[in-house]
């Protein structure tokens, strides 16, 4: 019988505590084609692992498909993420690949195709007939309206003349089903087909507790469906 790492069941402790609410933004670090790293913040949109797996616990996050990230990360799928709880005063570094789930029409950089292959979650989630299209739109339609309007602007990045363009974009973007009017409707359809979805597959884990005296870091790898645990000099 196969059970959650315990690197997860830490990190669900420590953001169900009081002193972390809110905290479910980290720090999701990539490389370019030319190994250049680049980080940004991204928040987390829950845990997701295949049926009968929870050996294989998965992340969710997502971001818009014209970000310089999906570049990065189509040519090269693996990344590191850091989540620093202040609350709990604990710092969870993940390393593991991500796969990338776009619009189905998008237009994605022509690159050679990279392998997410070693990702056994991935593979068994396939394998399990998991609908990853029908998790990107629920995922689209349960976010607040003001999140959804992120994905219905301009292509991020894009130069602008000054601060007042912004204006001019919708604040909320409701769901399909109530929105009020045609350009609502518009604006729903047009992030629609930008919000993509990411799931990110750890295979090491580095816990360090800085309240503990003396304080503890932990590290976790993964071989194939085992986690192996230890403890190092923090
Ligand atoms: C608090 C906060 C939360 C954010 N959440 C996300 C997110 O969930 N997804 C995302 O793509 N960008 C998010 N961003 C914006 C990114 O940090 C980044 O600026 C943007 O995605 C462009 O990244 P890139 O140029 O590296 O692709 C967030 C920014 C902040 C400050």
Redesign the pocket.
Known sequence: MVSAPRWLAALTTALGLPENKGQI?YQLASVDANGNP?V????HRGFIEPEGSPNLPLLM????IR???VTQILTNPHVELIWWLSGSMEQFRLTGVVRLVPPPDAQLPDLPVQSTEASLAFQKMDAQGFEWEKKRVETYDVQPPFLRAGFARPP??AIIENYDVGKSWPGIVPRAEDAQNEEEKQAYERGLRTFALMFFDPVEVDWVQLKERPNRRTKFIRKGEEWSEYIAVP
Do not use: Y
């Not at 940004?40 to 928040?43: L, S």
């Not at 996050?61 to 818009?64: G, P, Q």
């Open positions: 933004m680049h940004r913040t991204i928040g996050c997502a971001t818009d970000t310089p990230k991020p990045g």
